[in-house]
């Protein structure tokens, strides 16, 4: 069955940096999109970023308030999607989530807290 499980997470001050991680298994990953989804306290889910396969190049889209900031990559050695995340402001509190859509069903992890504090 699908198994999305996200790491990295953690209490991180502003400025700083993490790297989230969502080991993936289940389902063929090579040709997958695989999405990083965050929702903050009292907000709706939000998309944050989506990297296509590598047969289609691997193309990146970014919610406009991390382009610059946040990158998303993926190792297919590892079956294992990335979300590199520099100069964290507070709004990106959230728990982060991985997500895939496969045979017609939408996949999610137990998602991982990430918290920006001073």
């Known amino acids: 069955q699908v198994q999305l499980v996200e790491s990295g997470g953690g209490l991180v001050q502003p400025g700083g940096s993490l790297r989230l991680s969502c080991a993936a298994s289940?389902?063929?990953?090579?040709?997958?999109?695989m999405n990083w989804y965050r929702q903050a306290p009292g907000k709706e889910r939000e998309l944050v970023a989506k990297?296509?396969?590598?047969?289609?190049?691997?193309?990146?889209t970014y919610l406009d308030s991390v382009t610059g900031r946040f990158t998303i990559s993926r190792d297919e050695a590892k079956d294992t999607v990335y979300l590199q995340m520099n100069n964290l402001k507070f709004e990106d509190t959230a728990v982060y989530y991985c997500n895939v859509f496969n045979r017609g069903k939408d996949y999610w992890g137990k998602g991982t807290l990430v918290t920006v504090s001073s």
């Open positions: 289940g389902f063929t990953f090579a040709t997958a999109v």
């Open positions: 990297i296509s396969s590598v047969f289609l190049g691997t193309r990146t």
